[in-house]
DNA sequence: CTGTCATGCTATGTCTGTCGTGGTATTAGG
DNA sequence: CCTAATACCACGACAGACATAGCATGACAG
């Protein structure tokens, strides 16, 4: 297996997102390359996902969307993280960890190296 | 937050249903208690995804349905776990490791401190 | 100048798993 | 009789992921 199925990682697409804008506002395309290097090309998210995934997350409140006029030439929609999306976030994270708890009961582990 | 939003175990309430069914055939209603207190009530599987994640499985061939005869009174069908089943959730296993890890690279706060 | 590739985004419709609603049936207890 | 717990199922709605397709720019090779 190289990858990771999209249903496993369903609903944590946004989450990835959002982090990737934590510091800095970004745009879909470097998002996605960021993505596919931070997880080490085990995760590549779809282009139609990410920008499925921008547009409820405007249309939730989680990010802002603006447009960079020093820029020209091709022309990019940059999204910012706002409070309510570093609050989304935070309880994610947070749920992460408790989801992580409950499979992790349910999961049999003989390949598992090192850490409990 | 008390609960774990189905979106995030989204595609792995197959593999805690299997898990259950590893040692011994058992059927809905059981699966479905035992679910909830081996998750510490963290997790309450819907009866209608519990039973059609049955239906699924079976078409796919990871579980075997029958009915024990010498139970009277209330109808039950039981689940068996197959070869195919076993194989299907070893394998989701190790996804799972992979999804933690990639899952992991995008979430702030108390990050693995302790092991490691 | 034209073709191709990388960049950057959008529209449209399908598929799948979850779940809300509601129904059926048995057994036990008040 | 009524209710609660057990045990299951049909139907339809919904949301996120994704396949497919298209549009537009800029760089660079031939």
Redesign the interface.
Known sequence: ?NG??S??????ND??IL??L?DHPSYGYEISKQIKS??QE??VIKETTLYSAFTRMEKNGYVESFNDDTENGRRRTYYRITESGRAY???K???????????E?????G??S???
């Open positions: 297996m990771i199925s249903d496993v990682i369903r609903g944590y989450t990835m982090y990737l934590w931070l997880s085990k995760y976030y935070l309880d994270c947070a749920e992460w960890t408790l989801t992580k708890e409950v499979v009961r349910f999961i049999k582990e390949n598992d090192g850490n409990n």
